[in-house]
T-cell receptor, first 114, second 114 residues
């Protein structure tokens, strides 16, 4: 059974700091990995999707890397801003029969302080 | 265009009541997913539809949970004889098609069972 772990569970940083969020998964037979952010009381917003054949994806101040063989992904946020405060979730997709589901980690709750 | 919408946004039920949660996916999206998110946890997969076909229902926690998508667009998640452990946020997501596509999430329905 695929298990996804995110470290740290919570993180508080001053504005402007660069930071790294970690995601690890136990089964490397994944199709892709996706990073989401979740704001309180709201749904998930997709940030980056990395196919299993890719090593990294970039969008603005965000960079996500994937090392499938070691079962790890990192999300790098440059020059953090208070608006980045949210819970960040990683999720992996593995084809299982007719299924197409995402397996999520428990998230990293990020607070960027002024 | 419009994103994924869910209704109601909040639902309070007395233990033993039946509830129905609705999801309107993005128009033209073939795949539709339901997830359950307990407080402080990542979302957990419940079920998956491709058009009107329910291809994976392995995550439904009991036979009290039932989902349908009769015309391949709107979906309803029904929970019969609700229990306190059913209290969670129920998230719906849709994707255009296929395994490589990003899943777009709705805002969720927060169910509280008293």
């Amino acid at each position: 059974k695929q298990e996804v772990t995110q470290i740290p569970a919570a993180l508080s940083v001053p504005e402007g700091e660069n930071l790294v969020l970690n995601c690890s998964f136990t089964d490397s037979a994944i199709y892709n990995l996706q990073w989401f952010r979740q704001d309180p009381g709201k749904g998930l917003t997709s940030l980056l999707l990395i196919q299993s054949s890719q090593r990294e994806q970039t969008s603005g101040r965000l960079n996500a890397s994937l090392d499938k063989s070691s079962g790890r992904s990192t999300l790098y946020i440059a020059a953090s801003q208070p608006g980045d405060s949210a819970t960040y979730l990683c999720a992996v997709r593995r084809l299982t029969g007719g299924g197409n589901k995402l397996t999520f980690g428990t998230g990293t709750q990020l607070k960027v302080e002024l | 265009g419009a994103g994924v919408s869910q209704s109601p946004r909040y639902k309070v039920a007395k233990r033993g009541q039946d509830v129905a949660l609705r999801c309107d996916p993005i128009s033209g999206h073939v795949s539709l997913f339901w997830y359950q998110q307990a407080l402080g946890q990542g979302p957990e997969f419940l079920t998956y539809f491709q058009n009107e076909a329910q291809l994976d229902k392995s995550g439904l926690p009991s036979d009290r949970f039932f989902a349908e998508r009769p015309e391949g667009s709107v979906s309803t998640l029904k929970i019969q004889r609700t229990q306190q452990e059913d209290s969670a946020v129920y998230l719906c997501a849709s994707s255009l098609a296929g395994y490589t596509d990003t899943q777009y999430f709705g805002p969720g329905t927060r169910l509280t069972v008293l």
